[in-house]
Structure formats: structure tokens, C-alpha cells
């Protein structure tokens, strides 16, 4: 069963416009929620951060915002830019035995295409 | 720094053989994680170490084994080979997995075809 979801598995944009790429998870015990960003054939590079006592965290041109209450996260790239296309995934932090060796729990990703 | 190194990038088994995908880091980081990432699907842990001579199994460890001898390195070894585990392999480290996680950083991938 998918803890993490992000349900669109591709997103198009047109350059300089917002992209908005969402995930909604399942598991309450989540505390710490990230984006990362990967480009073909590298591995994941960490994009941004959110623990779940806010409610959005900025970073630049990115920002995501947290819904506790829905279960529901969303990173927004604002102005999108041609660079930006790559598959973003969503991981949630949760502790694991219930000690201090917690493991993320990844979505599918959404592979986000900015269209010059 | 280079941080985290993966090798081979590319490797074609036949089903029985056994390899080692080696993983390097210069971070001086503690904690270190395989995954595998099978087409379509996310990241899911295969084994993780929280320091020189202490691993764990993580969600999908059958088949696979490693070893931590060093802080540096974090080799994953695969025991008869078996179509499924033809897979892309991400090696990743951390400094901390303290109570906010911590940021990984991964290592380039390894395309491993089991035929």
C-alpha cells in the first residue's frame, strides 16, 4: 500500500509559469516531509524541506506548503524554467522501531516537463 | 569533495552469478543506504548502516548483503543474481538521521540487467 502518493505521474508547463506538483500521504506519524529532483541517468538531489510544525517553507523560486489536516503537501515552482524538467519525488520521514533509524518512505514521482 | 561514488554504472548479469556494486563517500558521513529503484516505482531501501560495522535490513533485503568496514565505504553484494533484481541501484548517505531526517545525498546509480 502507498504511504506516499503523488498521483499525477507527469506534469507540462510553459516557461515562466507556476508548476505545481502535489502528494498526499497516508501514515499520521509523518513528521518531516522532502522534495527531491532527479535528472536522467544521476541520482536524487535534495530540493527543499518541510517538517510538519509549519505549514510552508521557501526557498527561492520553490516553495512548499503543508496541509497536516489534509494529508497533503505541494511543491510550487514559481517562475518555472526549462531546467526545472526532471522527475521531482516526495519522501516522508518516519521513525523506524521506533528509535532514532528512521527511513523515508518515497512516492512514484512526477516527471514535470517546462516547455520553453 | 566527490561525494558519493558508485561503480559500476552498467552491469549485465547472468542469472546465477554474483557481483558487488561498490560505494564510496568522502563526507565522513555516518549513515548509509542502498536502494533500488524498479521502472515506474520510487526509491525502496534495501539495507542502511548507521555507522563502521553496524547494518540493517531495510524493506526489500532479500537476495543482497553487505558490509560496513569503514565509514568510507558501503559495498552491496548480490548472491545469485535473479532477473528480479534488474534494477537501477542508488547508493546514499547522511550525516544524521536525527529527528528532522536527515538530507541524502545519493551516488550517480547503477543500471544492473540480470539475463
Known amino acids: 500500500d502507498q504511504q506516499v502518493k503523488q498521483n499525477s505521474p507527469s506534469l507540462s508547463v510553459q516557461e515562466g509559469r507556476i508548476s505545481i506538483l502535489n502528494c498526499d500521504y497516508t501514515?499520521?506519524?509523518?513528521?518531516?516531509f522532502l522534495w527531491y529532483k532527479k535528472y536522467p541517468a544521476e541520482g536524487p538531489t535534495f530540493l527543499i524541506s518541510?517538517?510538519?510544525i509549519k505549514d510552508k517553507n521557501e526557498d527561492g523560486r520553490f516553495t512548499v506548503f503543508l496541509n497536516k489536516s489534509a494529508k497533503h503537501l505541494s511543491l510550487h515552482i514559481v517562475p518555472s524554467q526549462p531546467g526545472d524538467s526532471a522527475v521531482y519525488f516526495c519522501?516522508?520521514?518516519?521513525?523506524?522501531?521506533?528509535?532514532?533509524?528512521?527511513?523515508?518512505?518515497w512516492g512514484l514521482g512526477t516527471s514535470l516537463a517546462v516547455n520553453p | 569533495n566527490a561525494g558519493v561514488t558508485q561503480t559500476p554504472k552498467f552491469r549485465i548479469l547472468k542469472i546465477g552469478q554474483s557481483m558487488t556494486l561498490q560505494c564510496t563517500q568522502d563526507?565522513?558521513?555516518?549513515?548509509m543506504y542502498w536502494y533500488r529503484q524498479d521502472p515506474g516505482m520510487g526509491l525502496k531501501l534495501i539495507y542502511y548502516?548507521?555507522?563502521?560495522?553496524?547494518?540493517d535490513k531495510g524493506e526489500v533485503p532479500n537476495g543482497y548483503n553487505v558490509s560496513r568496514s569503514t565509514t568510507e565505504d558501503f559495498p552491496l553484494r548480490l548472491e545469485l543474481a535473479a532477473p528480479s533484481q534488474t534494477s537501477v541501484y542508488f547508493c546514499?548517505?547522511?550525516?544524521?538521521?536525527?529527528?528532522?531526517?536527515?538530507?541524502?545525498?545519493f551516488g550517480e546509480g547503477s543500471r544492473l540487467t540480470v539475463l
Open positions: 519522501a516522508a520521514d518516519e521513525a523506524f522501531n521506533a528509535g532514532n533509524n528512521r527511513k523515508l518512505i
Open positions: 501514515n499520521s506519524m509523518f513528521d518531516y
Open positions: 518541510i517538517s510538519s
Open positions: 563526507m565522513n558521513h555516518n549513515y
Open positions: 548502516s548507521v555507522g563502521a560495522g553496524i547494518t
Open positions: 546514499a548517505s547522511s550525516y544524521s538521521q536525527g529527528l528532522w531526517g536527515g538530507e541524502l545525498f
